[in-house]
């Protein structure tokens, strides 16, 4: 009797057994799988440290302006007859303008496939776990990149290629001598073109102000709530530093200060 109780029960309980849940689909392969996540985080990393010496010495360069068109176009003389005559003229200037479009490719198509992983990993789910400015930055990471993007270009156009958007002023330099103070005043001496630097270095302190601290978190460097917020303020204090020391040019321009 007892058998046929518990041949009853077995029966019942498969009878009413719920389906096993189908697996979740695994989301498509984005990018080569020789790409994991942690080497896109270090070439992004590696990059972005490249792009912010790159711009730190960049503005130190820049504000040689405020020593006048002789020393300012010897110091751009001077950078393109670098390592004369193992390099012909320009020549050592391009092969690190190469090297830079090698970084700016690697980095913005890293940081493409990293956040299409993502958002294919989290679907319709917003990220959390950031507040306050460090959130701001992250989030618009994207978005201040592409900018960025489109002033590089701009900038060559402007001040290196004399094309396009540069101003009808713009001469080119040669051995014999730079016009690279000339150029830089034309240039800032249209409010348009100013606004546009002006706009471009607020966005360059966005992105550099979280890509530091990015970058040190990348390298996988342990970082305690106390440490954190220091290389946070410190990233911010960076940034700031080029942001500012970038401004002050095409705002001294259009004031008359330097002319």
């Known amino acids: 009797m007892r058998k046929t109780v518990s041949i009853h ?5 498969s009878t009413t057994a719920q ?8 989301p498509p392969q984005i990018g080569p799988v020789w790409l994991s996540n942690v080497l896109a985080k270090y070439i992004m990393a590696i990059t972005g440290i490249i792009f912010g010496a790159f711009v730190f010495v960049h503005m ?17 003389l001077w950078l ?6 193992l390099f012909p003229y320009e020549g050592f200037l391009w092969v690190f303008r190469v090297v830079l479009l090698v970084c700016l490719i ?9 956040s299409r992983r993502a958002k294919a990993r989290r679907g319709n789910f917003p990220r959390k ?17 592409l900018v960025l993007l489109f002033f590089i270009i701009f900038h060559i156009l402007d001040l290196t290629a004399g094309v396009g958007v540069a101003p009808e002023s713009f001469q080119h330099g040669s051995e014999a001598g730079s016009f690279a103070y000339q150029n830089l005043i034309a240039s800032f001496q249209r ?29 996988g460097v342990t970082m ?3 440490v954190r917020s220091w290389v946070t303020l410190l990233s911010g204090v960076f940034a700031l530093i080029v942001m500012l020391g970038n401004i002050t040019i095409p705002i001294a321009v259009l004031l008359g200060i330097v002319s």
């Open 224 to 226: 305690s709530q106390k």
């Open 129 to 145: 776990g950031m507040r306050g400015m460090r959130s701001f930055t992250a989030r618009t990471m994207p978005v201040t990149g």
């Open 191 to 219: 409010p348009w073109a100013a606004a546009v630097y002006l706009i471009a270095m607020v966005t360059l302190f966005l992105h550099l102000a979280h890509g530091v601290y990015a970058a040190v978190n990348d390298f």
């Open 106 to 114: 690697a980095h913005v198509y890293c940081a493409a496939i990293i």
């Open 60 to 76: 130190v360069g820049n504000l040689k302006v405020y020593t006048g068109p002789e020393h300012f176009n010897a110091y751009a």
């Open 80 to 85: 393109r007859t670098l390592l004369e005559p």
């Open 9 to 13: 029960r077995k029966q019942s309980m």
């Open 19 to 26: 389906p096993a849940k189908t697996a979740r689909p695994k």
